[in-house]
């Protein structure tokens, strides 16, 4: 029910703007807690940030704080992740994910999640 896109190959110090968008209608984003995910080649998945329902807080990891964006086009049922000063530690398949309890709140933990895309190749490499 989620779909992400934007993603592909940058050179380092670059930016990437990735969509997380609904695949069918009546799946509105805006009523759930998004968040997006990603996972290195031999590595485990980890949180990058995610948004929340209510007043749209956000959070973000360590690894990307002050880098990376998180925002929601609730017109076109949309969230965002905006990244730039992309680094090869980027790399990686991206998802995002939706939590219909993350009203006040977002996880940082896959299990907080219900609904999953697919993912997006992000490759940082000169």
């Known amino acids: 029910q989620l779909v992400e896109s934007g993603g592909g190959l940058v050179r380092p110090g670059g930016s990437l703007r990735l969509s997380c968008a609904a695949s069918g209608s009546g799946f509105t984003l805006s009523y759930y807690a998004i968040g997006w995910f990603r996972q290195a080649p031999g590595k485990e998945r980890e949180d990058v940030s995610c948004i929340t329902s209510s007043d749209g807080s956000t959070f973000y990891a360590n690894s990307v704080k002050g880098r990376f964006t998180i925002s929601r086009d609730k017109a076109n049922n949309t969230v965002f992740l905006e990244m730039s000063r992309l680094a090869p530690e980027d790399t990686g398949v991206y998802y995002c994910?939706?939590?219909?309890?993350?009203?006040?709140?977002?996880?940082?933990?896959?299990?907080?999640?219900?609904?999953w895309g697919h993912g997006t190749q992000v490759t940082v490499s000169s």
């Open positions: 994910a939706a939590d219909p309890s993350g009203i006040y709140s977002c996880s940082a933990y896959e299990s907080g999640y219900t609904y």
